[in-house]
């Protein structure tokens, strides 16, 4: 089991995409097992609105449904490729990361939403 995405091939297993997302919070100043909705504990997280970051919506998502709209998609798609530049080429998140960068602009310019699934 996993998560997969419309549009692309890209694919994670549930633990990879959390790591994949960890990964990237680190990369904008985030640790996101302070955040809002990640917290393992009781206590609140942090909201997501303290954070201006196109890459946002990738990172505030359920990890197993639900969709990216075409405006969202339109945003993230380049910041994700940003985020990744440095991360060596054979790297399977960044392999995926760049595949789903791909399906979000295949879903904008479709005008459709980007399904996790």
Not at 42 to 65: M, Q, R, T, V
Not at 85 to 100: F, N, P, T
Request: proline residues 4%; aromatic residues 10%; negative net charge.
């Amino acid at each position: 089991m996993g998560i997969d995405f419309s549009h692309c091939n890209a694919r994670w297993s549930y633990g990879g995409f959390n790591s994949f997302r960890q990964r990237l919070a680190k990369e904008i100043g985030m640790n996101l097992e302070e955040m809002d909705g990640f917290r393992r504990d009781e206590k609140p997280g942090i909201p997501f609105s303290n954070f201006s970051d196109d890459i946002i919506p990738l990172l505030d998502h359920s990890d197993c449904d639900g969709v990216l709209a075409p405006d969202e998609c339109k945003r993230v798609a380049p910041r994700l490729r940003e985020l990744i530049s440095k991360w060596d080429d054979d790297d399977y998140d960044k392999r995926h990361a760049l595949e789903l960068a791909d399906g979000m602009d295949a879903a904008a310019v479709a005008n459709e939403y980007l399904e996790f699934t």
